[in-house]
């Protein structure tokens, strides 16, 4: 089982961008997905996550630039990014808390990373 991200790039200040994760490999079930993100010399640090209901949570300083969805018949979890600024610039990592065995529980998986970068 891997998380694939997707998405990334140069954007301008004020532009926009989608980051996707999917979830790829035999899943029994699939509870919060989300993503953090880690600029350059900062700890890793909550964007937002989603249950499986689809009831997001987002960081409070992030509120109402950034809008987290999840499509469950793709195992697919998405984070749209709009009027981003030169602060937003890390690598954002998606993650997704996933039963993978019968006899295991619940564990967290990490997709690679997708470098975003803000600058004009």
């Known amino acids: 089982v891997q998380l694939q991200a997707s998405g990334g790039g140069l954007v301008q200040p004020g532009g926009s961008l989608r980051l996707a994760c999917e979830v790829y490999?035999?899943?029994?079930?699939?509870?919060?997905m989300g993503w953090y993100r880690q600029a350059p010399g900062n700890e890793r640090e909550l964007v937002a996550r989603?249950?499986?209901?689809?009831?997001?949570n987002y960081a409070e300083p992030l509120k109402g630039r950034v809008s987290i969805s999840r499509d469950n018949a793709k195992n697919t979890v998405y984070l749209q990014m709009n009027n981003l600024k030169p602060e937003a610039t890390a690598v954002y990592y998606c993650?997704?808390?996933?039963?993978?065995?019968?006899?295991?529980?619940?564990?967290?998986?990490w997709g690679q990373g997708t470098l975003v970068t803000v600058s004009s």
């Open positions: 993650y997704a808390d996933l039963w993978t065995t019968p006899y295991a529980d619940y564990k967290d998986h």
């Open positions: 490999g035999v899943v029994l079930g699939i509870r919060d």
């Open positions: 989603i249950t499986s209901g689809g009831v997001p």
